[in-house]
């Protein structure tokens, strides 16, 4: 029986560090989206500033699309485990439960990773100067 917790003990501690590296991974990956996005919208932002957003609604609105990428991708990787968690229930006979307080836990992680990698590429976009924003090669 210690054996037994043991094992499980260990394949909890490296299922989390697993999970802590693929949110860092899809965090910088949602970042250079985000930049890319800013990059190629440069002429966007100049004419929305210019016709009066203020930086906080540029701000907000890429804080937005950061957080819904994430959510997204979070909603695709709770798919794609309760797949795998009803292979291995068919395959191995082995009964396997997920508590909803997880799946709602997990979302919510994978949002708040988005919504904290998404505040560089937001913050950077509303620092944009809208005379140079026009300007710039489109």
């Keep these: 029986m210690a054996l037994w917790h043991d094992l499980t003990g260990n394949l909890a501690f490296v299922a989390m560090a697993l999970v802590s590296v693929f949110l860092v991974v899809g965090g910088i990956v949602i970042m ?11 002429r966007e932002i100049g004419l929305r500033r210019s016709l009066g957003a203020r930086k906080k609604h540029i701000v907000l609105q890429f804080m937005t699309e950061s957080a819904v990428l994430a959510a997204a991708g979070g909603l695709i990787g709770i798919l794609s485990a309760y797949l795998v968690v009803y292979l291995v229930q068919i ?32 913050t950077r976009a509303a620092k944009l100067d809208p005379i140079e924003a026009l300007r710039a090669d489109g």
């Design 32 to 42: 250079n989206i985000m930049l890319a996005s800013v990059t190629e919208r440069t």
């Design 91 to 122: 395959l191995f006979t082995f009964p396997m439960n997920t508590p909803i307080s997880s799946v709602i836990l997990s979302l919510g992680v994978s949002t708040a990773v988005g919504l904290f990698f998404g505040i560089y590429p937001a």
